[in-house]
């Protein structure tokens, strides 16, 4: 079994800085991708940022140029750093991890963190 667990979120100003981590644990050889997924109240989920082991990472058209993804792979973690926040970035943000399983790959989720920009 594989969990993930967050932290970083918060409640700041807009203009200001957040960095997010995610970190993975339990029955690891080798993950895949990981990234960072938002969703706003009401909304499905939808990709913030992915970065795969090797390769360029992508992000979504509203982060680009604000946000950066990295992860470590020996301490199975992945973070987002925020930066310039705007208040219509608030959103719960959850952490993903594709490990293989067989001859596919299977996702799994943090528990999610609220990230709050005020005005």
């Known amino acids: 079994q594989v969990q993930l667990v967050e932290s970083g979120g918060g409640l700041v100003q807009a203009g200001a800085s957040l960095r997010l981590s995610c970190a993975a644990s339990?029955?690891?050889?080798?993950?895949?991708?990981m990234g960072w997924y938002c969703q706003f109240p009401g909304k499905m989920r939808e990709l913030v940022a992915q970065?795969?082991?090797?390769?360029?990472?992508k992000y979504s058209v509203s982060v680009t140029g604000r946000f950066a993804i990295s992860r470590d792979n020996a301490k199975a973690t992945v973070y987002l750093q925020m930066n310039s926040l705007k208040p219509e970035d608030t959103a719960v943000y959850y952490c993903?991890?594709?490990?293989?399983?067989?001859?596919?790959?299977?996702?799994?989720w943090g528990q999610g963190t609220q990230v709050t920009v005020s005005s």
């Open positions: 970065m795969p082991d090797g390769g360029d990472s």
């Open positions: 339990g029955s690891i050889n080798r993950i895949n991708n």
């Open positions: 993903t991890a594709d490990l293989p399983d067989g001859p596919v790959a299977r996702r799994y």
